[in-house]
């Protein structure tokens, strides 16, 4: 949301390769837990393995979260 915002200001902020990991990577995690119980049946650990990937996506919005809020800081510094 910050980046959408920032965009609207002609703030630019590109989006970095570790941004798209973390995209990537929520994606895998909720088609894994979307198999939920069913998956556990064919593939034990399916939950915890989605579960653990949305913890490491979740990890990686801050990481790349912070870089977007200092790009907003130093725009708002120079404003």
Do not use: C, S
């Amino acid at each position: 949301g910050l980046r959408e915002f920032l965009a609207e200001l002609r703030v630019k902020v590109h989006v970095t390769r570790l941004a798209k990991w973390k995209t990537a990577l929520q994606m895998l995690a909720i088609g894994v837990l979307l198999a939920g119980p069913a998956g556990e049946k064919y593939i034990p650990g399916v939950i915890l393995t989605g579960t653990m990937l949305l913890w490491v996506a979740a990890l990686l919005t801050l990481w790349t979260g912070y870089d977007y809020l200092k790009a907003a800081v130093r725009h708002a510094m120079d404003n």
